[in-house]
DNA sequence: CTTTGTACGCGTCAGATTTT
DNA sequence: AAAATCTGACGCGTACAAAG
């Protein structure tokens, strides 16, 4: 599979799948912490620790669903925008290929 | 039927980027 | 500057087709 470093970096050209989503809700019924001063014994501690890895890794996840849709989109764009421009180079070449013939002079 | 190769999606981490 | 978000890379499991 050969996975190496930078891709779109080649062609230079701003991967749309990037924007932004204008607001990113959270997945589930989260709730936040109770007012982390309310918080005392090491137990307390550890447990809002493992809370809060929890919840980000719960977030990191649905990002990382979102990403992989969104670039997925973004390759299928680049498809279909790579079918349409091989058609219209096809047709430029045969337009060519008629204007050679017109122009080209007689030989009689 | 079993093995092998390949494609795909997932969760996680680390680092880059953006937002506050 | 800190927090939040995004994304590339990696490893893992699963599905499926082709080969033996």
Redesign the pocket.
């Known amino acids: 599979?050969a996975?190496?470093?930078?891709?779109?970096a080649a062609t230079g050209d701003m991967?749309t799948?990037?924007i932004?989503?204008p607001t990113?809700g959270l997945p589930q019924g989260v709730v936040m912490a109770a007012s982390p001063g309310s918080l005392h014994s090491p137990q307390q501690l550890a447990e809002e620790a493992t809370r809060k890895r929890e919840l980000r890794?719960?977030?990191?996840?649905e990002?990382?669903?979102?990403?992989?849709r969104?670039?997925?989109e973004y390759v299928k764009c680049l498809e279909s925008r790579v079918a349409v421009l091989e058609v219209q180079n096809k047709k430029l070449i045969e337009e060519l290929e008629t204007l050679k013939d017109i122009c080209s002079p007689k030989t009689d």
């Open positions: 599979m996975v190496t470093g930078d891709d779109t991967p799948y990037q932004r989503a990113t890794l719960m977030k990191n996840r990002a990382a669903k979102e990403c992989r969104r670039k997925k």
